[in-house]
């Protein structure tokens, strides 16, 4: 089972960009946007990486979020007709929101009008505890289970924290120590870095990251992925026997003459209940293709 990880896309519609409603929060992404990321991130990386995705064969992609940069319902169309071009299928790609999705209150009711198909979790795993969040959502393919969380939310002007928040926790303790999921490779996806330094940023980080940290050593995993802060990061979380990996992506999009962070995406092969090893697939902008970075390498995740 090979696993392909992406984040943070921020793809940009400019028929979007001449609509933009600068009310509320919005204009100070929209100056952001204006002035920064158009210029570095690029829609056409995603469709190199669509085109990727569907020739090397992987068998499941993931993405942590920031699929948009201001939440508006039509960013969310133009990131949907993008993700649609993938071969998989809804059922064969799994999206979660970040921040960006979650900009305005209103994102994250288009994320979950929009994406639905692409964040539904599998039949048998609604939770019934009486909070009406579908979150965190659970798929099961082959041998891996995907958990996916939303910790987005609107936040307040030049902020983008996250949280989790308790009633979440508690569902994703219950689903990794899911006897259904016994015997899978359990890879746990959220937007926010849920460990190491950035975690913490008060600014920027995951507000219950100690509480997250709690669930993972209590009950494991296969591997935690985020996205958030468009950097290569590698941290890990302590578990009774040892340690489980926490990877996050740089975005899917990017490219500025920042080698270490041109888009990529990062593919896990999955064998039983473990990741058994990783690499990553960059963006060549002249080529318009994607190729296996070897720089990086293979590494074996942490004990389940
Ligand atoms: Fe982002
Ligand atoms: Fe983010």
Redesign the pocket.
């Known amino acids: 089972m090979r696993l392909a990880h992406c984040s943070?896309l921020h793809l940009l519609s400019l028929d979007g960009v001449r609509k933009l409603d600068f009310a509320n929060k919005r204009w100070i992404g929209g100056v952001n946007l204006l002035t920064n990321r158009g210029r570095h991130y690029h829609t056409e990386a995603f469709e190199d990486m669509v085109a990727d995705l569907n020739a090397v064969g992987v068998d499941h992609v993931l993405c942590t979020?920031?699929v948009t940069n201001l939440a508006f319902e039509q960013e969310f169309r133009f990131a949907r007709v993008r993700f649609d071009q993938l071969t998989h299928g809804p059922g064969g790609v799994t999206v979660l929101p970040?921040?960006?999705d979650a900009y305005v209150d209103e994102g994250r009711v288009h994320f979950a009008t929009v994406f639905a198909d692409y964040a539904t979790t599998d039949p048998g795993w609604a939770w019934d505890d009486g909070d009406p969040s579908p979150w965190p959502i659970v798929r099961v393919r082959g041998p891996t289970a995907i958990i996916g969380l939303s910790t987005?939310f609107q936040t307040p002007w030049f902020t983008?924290y996250g949280r989790c928040g308790e009633g979440q926790l508690k569902r994703l303790g219950q689903a990794l120590s899911d006897p259904r999921l016994a015997g899978k490779a359990r890879v746990v996806a959220i937007?926010?870095p849920p460990a190491g330094r950035r975690a913490t940023s008060r600014i920027r980080g995951l507000k219950d990251h100690d509480a997250f940290a709690q669930v993972i050593a209590q009950h494991g995993a296969a591997v935690v992925v985020h996205?958030?802060?468009h950097r290569d990061l590698r941290e890990r979380l302590p578990i009774p026997s040892g340690v489980v990996e926490v990877l996050g992506v740089p975005s899917g999009t990017y490219e500025a003459g920042k080698p270490e962070k041109t888009a990529r995406y990062r593919v896990f092969e999955i064998e039983g209940d473990q990741v058994i090893s990783h690499h990553l697939r960059v963006w060549h902008r002249d080529r318009r293709s994607f190729e296996r970075d070897d720089h990086e390498p293979a590494a074996s995740a942490a004990s389940a």
Request: aromatic share 0%.
């Open positions: 943070d979020g920031d970040g921040n960006h987005s983008a937007h926010h996205g958030h802060e």
